[in-house]
């Protein structure tokens, strides 16, 4: 079974800077779109950035600037590169993964990850 697993979390000072990595476990073939989403509490999750296979990358407007999203396809690993943070960036992360295909073939919509938690605060 095709996992995700986040790392990277922590307590971090406004202006700060982090690393998240996603790892995908399990014996896989292809990795479609991946992106990382966060949920601040009482709040809905939403899309922080996202990276096709090829490379193609989008991010929500509060973070253009400030974030960058990476993936290294052989290691089936995805990093967020997160700069000047802010107390607003204060979330819990989740990895995601769509269109994954694993080596006997099995087909998955959509994997999502446990979560790292975020905080940004002096």
């Known amino acids: 079974q095709v996992q995700l697993v986040e790392s990277g979390g922590g307590l971090v000072q406004p202006e700060g800077s982090l690393r998240l990595s996603c790892a995908a476990s399990?014996?896989?073939?292809?990795?479609?779109?991946m992106g990382w989403y966060r949920q601040a509490p009482g709040k809905e999750r939403k899309l922080v950035a996202s990276?096709?296979?090829?490379?193609?990358?989008n991010f929500g407007d509060s973070v253009k600037g400030r974030f960058t999203i990476s993936r290294d396809n052989a290691r089936n690993t995805m990093y967020l590169q997160m700069n000047s943070l802010k107390p607003e960036d204060t979330a819990v992360y989740y990895c995601?993964?769509?269109?994954?295909?694993?080596?006997?073939?099995?087909?998955?919509?959509?994997?999502w990850g446990q979560g790292t938690l975020v905080t940004v605060s002096s």
């Open positions: 399990g014996s896989l073939f292809i990795i479609n779109a």
């Open positions: 995601n993964a769509r269109g994954v295909v694993d080596h006997t073939g099995r087909w998955y919509d959509e994997i």
């Open positions: 990276i096709t296979s090829d490379g193609i990358t």
